[in-house]
């Protein structure tokens, strides 16, 4: 079925993880075996689900969330800024047998940061919680989701999609292993750098190249729709048709880079929805993660529809 023609209407749904970021300072990564001092901790909502549907809904978006949670505080604070953002919660389930979602985050003084994931009630979709959203889908004028659920739900989202002409946007993030199918449907493909060379082994079989732009022309080649390559400070690399569009980012003070990726793929998600093209979205989504990474956190670094983006 061909995707429906609602432009300017931009009703998104989000399916994906939603977590507790448990974020740990430190003046530096430690090596293996070290133990060194850290310098600050805190918590805060976190998972790229629920981050890239808040992304959205901060910056003024009709989103709808649909993700899994334990019961009790932590999915209270999961769930907060989604809440106060304005999303709608009613497809998201806190299951009593399962404990929510936990990220262990650790940032160094750059802002980088490495990140452990606990799926907990992230990794209970099944293909029949999928299907129960068929109605919200048919509603939806673009789909997103990302690699933190089981690789079944997300296929069989990406089918649902085909079989109600709506847009599908898959940020293959981390990199699981979903169906062929699945890889052509997304339009886009949102991955970064290292991810979009292992999407491409997985499709071809072949040693990805080393060059970003040549990368992204085999994953078109390789019958995926479209493709956006996040590359953080350097911008992004978009792929529409044969057409190839490099995007630069703004230049800011990094304080946290938790989460921009996230921001960008809200912000782009927003975009889409809403009829505009992949460039003028694209570089839009720059300019929101260059906002986020000058504070520190993810939801909490977000930008709000009043808020000035870098240029």
């Known amino acids: 079925m061909p995707e429906q023609n609602r432009i300017g209407e931009g009703r998104i749904l989000v399916v994906g993880s939603v977590n507790v970021d448990l974020v740990l300072a430190v003046p530096r990564h430690p090596e293996p075996g070290e133990t060194i001092a850290g310098t600050e901790s805190r918590r805060s909502p976190g998972g790229k689900g629920a981050n890239q549907a808040c992304a959205a809904a ?3 978006g009709d989103v709808r969330f649909a993700g899994r949670t334990g019961t009790g505080p932590d999915a209270d ?7 106060r953002a304005g999303a709608d919660l009613a497809a998201t389930t806190g299951l009593p047998e399962e404990e929510t ?6 940032v160094d003084e750059a802002g980088e940061n490495s990140i452990v994931i ?12 999928v299907e129960e959203l068929r109605a919200a889908v048919e509603e939806s004028d673009l789909v997103v989701s990302q690699g933190e659920i089981p690789a079944a739900a997300v296929d069989r989202l990406a089918r649902l999609c085909a079989e109600t002409g709506t847009r599908f946007l ?10 062929e199918s699945t890889l052509a449907t997304a339009h886009p493909l949102v991955v970064n750098e290292s991810e979009a060379r292992l999407a491409l082994t997985a499709l071809t079989g072949a040693e990805a190249p080393d060059d970003d732009v040549d990368t992204v022309r085999q994953l078109r080649e390789a019958g995926v729709r479209s493709v956006v390559m996040t590359r953080g400070a350097s911008g992004a690399i978009l792929t529409v048709d044969a057409e190839i569009d490099e995007i630069t980012s703004p230049t800011v003070p990094a304080v946290d880079t938790t ?12 975009g889409l929805a809403r009829g505009e093209s992949a460039a003028v979205a694209g570089r839009r989504a720059a300019r929101v993660g260059a906002f986020a990474v000058t504070r520190h956190g993810a939801q909490p670094s977000y ?6 983006l870098p240029k």
């Open 303 to 308: 930008p709000e529809r009043q808020d000035a």
């Open 58 to 60: 901060r910056l003024g």
């Open 170 to 179: 898959l940020n293959l993030a981390p990199v699981i292993g979903v169906a």
């Open 118 to 129: 606990i799926a907990g009630a992230n990794g209970s979709w099944t293909v029949q919680d």
């Open 259 to 270: 989460g921009a990726g996230d921001a960008f793929v809200g912000a782009l998600a927003l």
């Open 77 to 83: 604070l999961a769930l907060d800024l989604l809440r």
């Open 101 to 106: 979602g936990l990220a262990v985050v650790t």
